[in-house]
């Protein structure tokens, strides 16, 4: 799994330029697929046949990332920016990001003569080894993700972007290893959740399932002096209660965690105080489903540096298999 | 004098009060559309069917809304206090005259004379609930009759130009509106064009969405007047837009990310007929795009915008060979606009 979770960090796609991730992931799920197609917004939708027995199931894994776009390109070449969903300005001073035909750009920022604190966006920059606004390969509308390698470090795997291209890989390893289903399963490999979950919500009003479950990272409380949540990562796959705009099906959170514990599958129960998932528009869309999100835990989350536990991630694809493979009764 | 300007920036149409703009546009597009009718919310839906060369549907969207006041309440001294209908800047609105009510009674957003300030007077700025609207009478008897709670309150404003650059109320949206109009008295298009003249845009994107639901088309483009602050300043920042440097095409603003594909096909056309433009700088605002795009099963939507001075107050400013060229390229863009762009094929 470490290959496909490399090559999916690694891809470049920026909440509304995703085509790159879904130039990838397509030909993965092809072989297991009854049908495939893209939607007017550019969300890949992977359906698998049921046996007629089940229900509608509406399975969601963004494709997108935060990222930047040009705002102004200065007289010496510098490149001023803003954000393409929540990008912390903390985050930024020495990184690099990629824009879509491969060129690097290095972020810093202006002096602060305090150096404790941080500069807001608007005085940051990327310098993209320009000399002049004249020999800019960038231009103003150009949008760039974060760039950072992939790498393992024991158990932990790191990479920018682990949100959500771990969830992507959680739904294409779920689907290959689905041989049989009563449901019939639409995977959405949605586009731009990071700029408030439009891909889904056009999805969902198309597919209309009866069931929606997202697969997406939450944050944890195991890093020094963390906000208390009691997610921890290595601890399990986290079966979301409750976001900050979504209040998950009582009966599916129910089944996930009866799945789970008929299986052995370790889990844990996460209320995340900050942030949504593509769940709220599949709850909220046409008459609503009943939904809910199977989590991967996640430090450095909106960083260039997140951190998931591979043995989380293995967890989750099975509990994804277990539901997927079993009637769905609410 | 560009009379359909004139015409539309006169005219009055306050967030959820449009027919007085909405009865004047169906009057000039009624003998260039093969149907029109109003929904429920009071958007003008109209058709030119096309020549039938291509199956598309497309929506052009303008708002025709205007930003402006409602009146709350009449105080015992005969004034009115208001609400803002939209966005304002507050410091915008003293000394303003207005006209309220359906028998368009005349009144000035009143201010206390600068001889009378005191000096922290002068440094604050008025609130806008603590304005009142003048409308000359005695006191609150003399004014109930003549207007009452619940009325609207639109600038008053006469259009003017001075050499290319044109002045007036309203060109968010009526510089949309009017561009719109002149598309639909061109020639017919390949496909069937619905344009949609909606309402309450000003107001959070109200009409708009479900004017999309309705027509459900294959893709969509927004007119638009976008603000422009080009004015000088020190640092090296870019202008939001500028006055007369082309048509501005959205990328991304705070609520849409605009279709790549369209905003493509809308450069590399202004590029092929040597019209300027210009990319709005990306970040804030927000467009009947945001609500078109994310309409039932998603709907690609891009942005055209003509550059506004002073947008939201009670006059702005655009330059006239802008407007031309948003009239020009909305025209090369949906006579070049085929399935291919916007319809997605698996390899």
């Known amino acids: 799994m470490n290959e496909l979770i490399k090559k999916l960090t690694e891809a470049y796609g920026p909440a509304g330029f995703e085509d790159q991730v879904r130039d990838l992931i397509q030909p993965e799920v092809a072989p297991y697929a009854d049908e495939i197609k893209v939607d007017a917004l550019g969300n890949l939708i992977v359906h698998k046949k049921g046996d007629g027995s089940g229900l509608k199931v509406m399975i969601a894994a963004h494709m997108d990332e935060i990222g930047v776009m040009v705002t102004h390109i200065t007289k010496e070449g510098y490149v001023r920016f803003t954000n393409i969903g929540g990008v912390y300005p903390r985050t930024l001073h020495g990184n690099r990001v990629r824009f879509a035909d491969g060129t690097i750009g290095i972020i810093s920022t202006e002096p602060l003569a305090d150096r404790n604190k941080v500069n807001s966006l608007d005085k940051h920059f990327i310098d993209v080894g320009a000399t002049s606004s004249e020999d800019c390969p960038v231009k103003v509308g150009d949008a760039a993700g974060f760039w950072r390698e992939f790498a393992v470090l024991g158990s932990r795997l790191v990479a920018k972007s682990m949100d959500d291209r771990i969830g992507c890989v959680v739904a294409i390893e779920a689907l290959k290893r689905l041989k049989e289903t009563p449901h019939d399963v639409y995977f959405v490999f949605s586009v731009q959740e990071e700029v408030g979950t439009r891909g889904a919500q056009t999805a969902a009003n198309a597919l209309n399932p009866d069931v929606g479950i997202a697969l997406d990272v939450t944050l944890t409380g195991d890093t020094p002096e963390a906000r208390p949540m009691a997610v921890s990562l290595g601890k399990g796959t986290a079966i979301k209660v409750k976001d900050t705009g979504m209040i998950a099906h009582a009966g599916l959170v129910k089944l996930m965690r009866q799945r789970a514990e008929e299986a052995g599958i370790p889990y844990q129960m996460e209320v995340l105080e900050g942030g949504t998932t593509d769940a709220r528009p599949m709850q909220i869309a046409n008459a609503g489903c009943a939904a809910g999100c199977i989590s991967i835990p996640c430090r450095y989350v909106h960083s260039q540096s997140e951190m998931v536990d591979g043995n989380d991630v293995e967890n989750s694809v099975r509990l994804l298999v277990e539901i997927l493979s079993k009637p769905i009764a609410l | ?347």
């Open chain 2, 1 to 347: 004098m560009n009379e359909l300007l004139k015409q539309l920036t006169e005219a009055d149409g306050v967030s959820s009060n449009e027919k007085e703009i909405r009865l004047l546009i169906r009057d000039l597009i009624a003998d260039h559309v093969d149907e029109w009718r109003v929904d429920s919310m009071g958007n003008l839906i109209a058709l030119k069917k096309g020549t039938g060369a291509s199956d598309l549907r497309v929506l052009v969207d303008a708002h025709m809304d205007e930003v402006g006041l409602m009146i709350t309440e009449i105080a015992s001294d005969g004034t009115l206090k208001f609400e803002p209908v939209g966005g304002f800047n507050d410091r915008t609105l003293l000394g303003k005259v207005v006209r309220v009510g359906a028998d368009k009674i005349s009144g000035v957003i009143g201010a206390k004379p600068v001889h009378l300030l005191s000096a922290s007077e002068r440094r604050r700025v008025v609130k806008i609930d603590s304005m009142r609207i003048d409308i000359g009478a005695k006191d609150k008897s003399a004014a109930n009759g003549k207007v009452k709670p619940g009325d609207f309150a639109a600038f008053v404003t006469t259009y003017q130009e001075m050499g290319n650059t044109a002045l007036g109320k309203a060109f968010d949206n009526r510089a949309g509106c009017a561009a719109l109009i002149e598309l639909l008295r061109g020639e017919p298009y390949p496909f069937d064009l619905y344009a949609a003249f909606t309402v309450q845009e000003e107001v959070g994107l109200r009409g708009a969405q479900v004017a999309a639901y309705s027509v459900q088309p294959d893709v969509a483009l927004v007119l638009e007047c976008t603000p422009a602050y080009d004015l000088p300043t020190k640092e090296d920042v870019s202008p939001n837009v500028a006055l007369g440097q082309g048509p501005s095409i959205y990328v991304m603003d705070a609520v849409t990310i605009q279709d790549p594909r369209l905003v493509a096909h809308i450069t590399r056309t202004a590029a092929e007929r040597g019209i300027p433009y210009q990319i709005r700088r990306p970040g804030g605002g927000g467009t009947n795009t945001a609500v078109i795009q994310r309409t039932h099963t998603g709907i690609p939507a891009a942005t055209i915008a003509v550059p506004g001075r002073h947008a939201h107050t009670p006059v702005m400013m655009i330059n006239l060979e802008d407007y031309a060229n948003v009239v020009k390229l909305t025209d090369a863009v949906l006579r070049t606009l085929s399935p291919d762009i916007v319809r997605r094929n698996l390899n």
